[in-house]
Nanobody
Framework: QVQLVESGGGLAQTGGSLTLSCAAS????????MTWYRQAPGKERELVAT???????NYADSVKGRFTISRDNAKNTVYLQMNSLKPGDTGVYYC?????????????WGPGTPVTVSS
């Protein structure tokens, strides 16, 4: 089992920056997919950014050019650097781990960290 704990959320102003961290523990597959999702109040959860193994990155169109996903394998930690924040980035951010053989949305989830961007 893999356990995930997110941190780094909080309050930011429009145009500001935050860096989220997702610390993983447990038995992780060497080849895996780490994904950041977010859920805004009253809306469905949406994919924000994915890092497959260590070299394939995907982003939602709404965050391209503003957010950067990265990982430190030595620390079993995935990061989400968020710049030029907008009020629309407000939500609870969740980290997800899955192996390459699992469908999107399966695997392990963290409890989430809230992000609020004020206008």
């Amino acid at each position: 089992q893999v356990q995930l704990v997110e941190s780094g959320g909080g309050l930011a102003q429009t145009g500001g920056s935050l860096t989220l961290s997702c610390a993983a523990s447990g038995s992780m597959a060497r080849r895996n997919v780490m994904t950041w999702y977010r859920q805004a109040p009253g809306k469905e959860r949406e994919l924000v950014a994915t890092i497959i193994n260590s070299n394939t990155l995907n982003y939602a169109d709404s965050v391209k050019g503003r957010f950067t996903i990265s990982r430190d394998n030595a620390k079993n930690t995935v990061y989400l650097q968020m710049n030029s924040l907008k009020p629309g980035d407000t939500g609870v951010y969740y980290c997800n781990y899955r192996t390459l053989f699992m469908s999107e949305g399966l695997g392990s989830w963290g409890p989430g960290t809230p992000v609020t961007v004020s206008s």
